[in-house]
Nanobody, 119 residues
Framework: QVQLVESGGGLVQAGDSLRLSCLVSGRTLSSYAMGWFRQAPGKDREFVAGIRWRGGSTYYADSVKGRFTISRDVAKNTVYLQMNSLKPEDTAVYYC????????????WGPGTQVTVSA
């Protein structure tokens, strides 16, 4: 089992920055990939960014490329999402997730953290 707990959400203004954290516990993560997803009111959950725990390769949704950066601290078992130049359309509940690198679906999810960006 993998346990995930997000933190760092809040209310900010357009153009501000925010950093989300996801503390991971319960399993050795070398064979896992981590992801950040978000869900805005009335919309489907969407992929935001992902990172391979081993090697640190990253990938992003087009909507956040150049503004968001995903990273991980192996020593702290923590994944981060640095969000810059925030827009009102970034408002959503943000979720951290984990999956084995041998599969495409994410099996483990955190409870989410709310990010609200005012105009």
């Amino acid at each position: 089992q993998v346990q995930l707990v997000e933190s760092g959400g809040g209310l900010v203004q357009a153009g501000d920055s925010l950093r989300l954290s996801c503390l991971v516990s319960g399993r050795t993560l070398s064979s896992y990939a981590m992801g950040w997803f978000r869900q805005a009111p009335g919309k489907d959950r969407e992929f935001v960014a992902g990172i391979r725990w081993r090697g640190g390769s990253t990938y992003y949704a087009d909507s956040v490329k150049g503004r968001f950066t995903i990273s991980r601290d192996v020593a702290k078992n923590t994944v981060y999402l640095q969000m810059n130049s925030l827009k009102p359309e970034d408002t959503a509940v943000y979720y951290c997730a984990a999956r084995s690198i041998t599969q495409e679906t994410y099996d483990y999810w955190g409870p989410g953290t709310q990010v609200t960006v005012s105009a």
